[in-house]
């Protein structure tokens, strides 16, 4: 890789341990991809957030260079574990350790979004801007629908692109690497839910192997069928962008048939029900949520409900009445943290849970062991809702 003489300064520790290991991060993962060189990154989005993600070791981490460095481009966070304003709902133990993280994260100048969603929350840069985001639903969604260019970044790499506001210059931030060379074709498959979408995406990402992907019947997507594709594409394989687009040139062909689609949901859907509701994952947004309001107006949920969302859109939605019908409805309204890896669901308390998000089911069935029950939201709110 070709290094400035600044770059090979901080490899030499002249600006600090912290600079030193983000740029030693950021050159092998260079190497790795066939870099040419580091360029530079308007945005970074990190992951690692969650103590359930990682551990002591990542808040030892954290610690120790949290007080040496300060973020250098505009930094944003994914979820913590659990809701600050709710703080009864978790361990002592847990609460302590999540604040060390956040208070870490923040003091070297994170934006406390606490969100898998920045798309949502913040003004997106324009086309071609370069970014490094490490939260997976974010980068691929970010690739395709925005225009960015991010590769889908490691919480390592992403953290050493916000202390550097450098990254390798390879993969989807070469223009090359963003035209597909493959191809998935609908066979009478149904899109008419973001559970579709989700299943589609799914299988997507785990017959990909390239870093993009054309896929027919995206042409027209809205944000809430974009986001339910994009999480589940990151969620399980190493594609970052998809397009509607066809690809040019001689291209290999994927057929996504009702078959496949009966193998991807009985792989996630192992529960005939549930005992909790869990929406959030990726987060809900602002029409989310209203339309999660408009179905439960005057009525109420038969089972217990957690609806996961960024504070920013919680706080829109107290302002127009959304959130207070649902709260209104029975259902809990967890802020700054989401439906993956978080303690509030887990085996010891839930024998099963009812969810839309293919992602979520996957991380509840593999890391909480916990059963799920696979409905399109619609579904949900119509079977538990009366």
């Known amino acids: ?113 606490y969100s898998c969603t920045p798309y949502e929350i913040f003004d997106m840069p324009p086309k071609n801007t370069m970014v490094s985001f490490a939260e997976s639903n974010a980068a691929v969604i970010s690739n395709s629908i925005f225009g960015l260019l991010t590769n889908k970044e490691s919480a390592l790499s992403a953290l050493a692109s916000a202390i550097t506001g450098k990254a390798p210059y390879s993969e989807l931030r070469v223009e090359e690497f963003r035209h597909p060379k493959e191809r998935i074709m609908m066979a009478d498959c149904d899109l008419s839910n973001e559970l579709e979408y989700g299943m589609l995406g799914y299988f997507a990402g785990k017959e990909v192997k390239g870093s993009s992907v054309a896929i027919d019947g995206t042409r027209h997507l809205d944000l809430i069928n974009a986001k339910s594709l994009s999480a589940s594409i990151g969620t399980s394989g190493y594609c970052g962008m998809f397009t509607n687009q066809s690809p040019e040139g001689q291209v290999e062909t994927i057929t996504y048939d009702k078959a496949e689609r009966v193998k991807v949901f009985d792989e996630l859907s192992t529960a005939e029900d549930g005992d909790i509701i869990a929406l959030g994952s990726p987060q809900l947004g602002l029409d989310e949520l209203n339309k999660v309001a408009l179905s439960v107006d005057n009525k109420k949920f038969t089972k217990p409900c957690m609806i996961f969302c960024a504070r920013s859109i919680y706080e829109k939605a107290r302002m127009t009445q959304i959130s207070q019908k649902i709260e209104k409805a029975g259902a809990k309204i967890i802020c700054d943290a989401c439906t993956c890896l978080t303690p509030l669901i887990t085996r010891d308390c839930y024998d099963g849970v009812i969810t839309n998000s293919v992602k979520a089911s996957y991380y509840l069935n593999k890391s909480n062991k916990i059963p799920v029950c696979l409905m399109d939201i619609k579904k949900i709110l119509k079977n538990y809702v009366s």
């Open 1 to 113: 890789m070709l290094l400035t003489k600044v770059e090979e300064k901080a490899l030499s520790g002249q600006y600090g341990t912290p600079t030193m290991l983000a740029h030693k991060i950021l050159l092998s993962i260079g190497e790795a991809t066939d870099a040419s060189k580091l360029v530079p990154v308007k945005w970074a989005h990190l992951s690692g957030a969650n103590f359930n993600t990682i551990g002591d070791a990542g808040l030892d981490f954290l610690k120790s260079i949290s007080n040496e460095t300060k973020f250098s481009i505009f930094t944003t966070i994914n979820p913590m574990g659990y809701d600050r304003n709710k703080p009864e709902f978790v361990s002592d133990e847990f609460r302590i350790k999540q604040k060390d993280i956040t208070d870490a994260y923040e003091q070297m100048g994170v934006v406390p979004s």
